[in-house]
């Protein structure tokens, strides 16, 4: 059964890096973009970008260029989502989601990444 | 870049039906998917396309779209649906990007 299994909570320093990942299982990894979403506290879903797991080249949303990277290991079948110089306002749950067919079918569990001096 | 607009907020009575709304310009050239997402939870794929129900979705869920509007319908309202319910398409940037509705709570009474 097709499983993402996503890397457990932080606590950052405002100014620090965290790197959040998300291990793909039951499915050819590289045949699926991967998605990454972010939910603030209380707040909606929003859409951060994509990577095609083929070719490796990134997408980013408006407003997550520059300080936000998606990577993967196609060896180990995992997606990366790395941001850098955290600001209080980064704090949030990170979700990597399967796009397959025009849809976002497979969820991460989430990531609750917290930034606080 | 699209924009989707939900209500914030919908009730029902419990075992009646209710049906959410999605508005947004890219949705007269793409479906709508419709993620359901409960607190603590990530969210689950409850319908996509014209009207698909991933394996496990109860058929009281279905899906339907008119020119720029997406509706979700659940038909007999239980109590386990009360949940934040998400919108998503392309948007009609061309490109292969994502956007979401800003979600609708719906409330079981």
């Known amino acids: 059964q097709v499983q993402l299994v996503q890397s457990g909570s932080e606590l950052k320093k405002p100014g620090a890096s965290v790197k959040v990942s998300c291990k793909a299982s039951g499915y050819t990894f590289t045949s699926y973009a991967m998605n990454w979403v972010r939910q603030a506290p209380g707040q909606g879903l929003e859409w951060m970008g994509w990577i095609n797991t083929n070719t490796g080249n990134p997408t980013y949303a408006q407003g997550f260029t520059g300080r936000f990277v998606f990577s993967l290991d196609t060896s180990v079948s995992t997606a990366y989502l790395q941001i850098s110089s955290l600001k209080a306002e980064d704090t949030a749950v990170y979700y990597c989601?399967?796009?397959?067919?025009?849809?976002?079918?497979?969820w991460g569990q989430g990531t609750l990444v917290t930034v606080s001096s | 870049s699209s924009e989707l607009t939900q209500d914030p907020a919908v009730s029902v009575a419990l075992g009646q039906t209710v049906r959410i709304t999605c508005q947004g310009d890219?949705?007269?050239?793409?479906?709508a998917s419709w993620y359901q997402q409960k607190p603590g939870q990530a969210p689950v794929l409850v319908i996509y396309?014209?009207?698909n129900r991933p394996s496990g979705i109860p058929d009281r869920f279905s899906g339907s779209s008119s020119g720029n509007t997406a509706s979700l319908t659940i038909t007999g309202a239980q109590a386990e649906d009360e949940a934040d319910y998400y919108c998503?398409?392309?948007?009609?940037?061309?490109?292969?990007?994502?956007?979401f509705g800003g979600g609708t709570k719906l409330t079981v009474l």
């Open positions: 890219s949705l007269r050239s793409y479906y």
């Open positions: 998503n398409s392309r948007d009609s940037s061309g490109n292969h990007n994502w956007v």
């Open positions: 989601a399967r796009e397959a067919n025009w849809m976002l079918d497979y």
């Open positions: 396309g014209k009207n």
